[in-house]
């Protein structure tokens, strides 16, 4: 009875040290990438369109992506940390953004003035241009075809390209974690859209 309980401690110890290791990763690609979980492969079919999937492991081991552009060739992505991860498997755009503090949607749609204007369309164009980017300051610049870690938090919220989501709930008195991405061409967009608002 004494050895059976003994296993029984020392396998709930096991599981809960393995449970507690986790990758996360959203997958960035273009239309029709098959993406297997299972295999940890992907193989890329287009150049054009947008697709995400989340996939998450388990366990301290390193992970390995292998990935077959679209170009024929194959690269390894390598996942070495538990944490949040972005892999950008698009052909051909690169994401980029960072941490935002989410506000109420009141906040969110409130007037800027020009001198604000001016500050973000600086830190847009800074940030096409791959400026002041850093892990320590959290923001990224996200080339096709490599992987970055985002956060150790594996329940922050990523809002990737193409979403629109301006606002999220707090819970408690908590601000919640949240990172913001866009396709280049987007910010691009943005800045030429925000440049016809300056005097």
Request: hydrophobic share 35%.
């Amino acid at each position: 009875m004494k050895t059976n309980l003994t296993l029984l401690v020392a396998c709930t110890l096991l599981f809960a040290a393995c449970s507690s290791h986790a990758k996360k990763i959203i997958v960035y690609a273009n239309n029709d990438a098959d993406i297997n979980q299972e295999t940890k492969a992907v193989v890329q079919k287009d150049t054009t369109g947008h697709l995400d999937k989340t996939i998450e492991y388990n366990g301290s081991d390193k992970v390995a992506l292998t990935v077959k552009t679209f170009a024929g060739s194959t690269i390894t992505l390598e996942i070495p940390d538990d944490g949040y991860y972005i892999a950008n498997l698009k052909a051909k755009d690169t994401i980029i953004g960072g941490f935002q503090k989410y506000s109420t949607p009141e906040e969110a749609n409130r007037v800027m003035s020009q001198e604000q204007l001016l500050h973000n369309i600086d830190s847009l164009n800074q940030m096409i241009q791959g400026i002041n980017v850093s892990a320590a300051n959290r923001t990224f610049f996200i080339l096709p075809n490599t992987v970055a870690k985002i956060t150790t938090n594996t329940e922050a919220t990523i809002v990737g390209p193409y979403h629109r989501m301006t606002s999220i709930a707090k819970e408690g008195d908590k601000e919640p974690e949240v990172y913001r991405f866009y396709s280049i061409n987007e910010v691009r967009e943005m800045v030429n859209k925000l440049m016809k608002l300056t005097k």
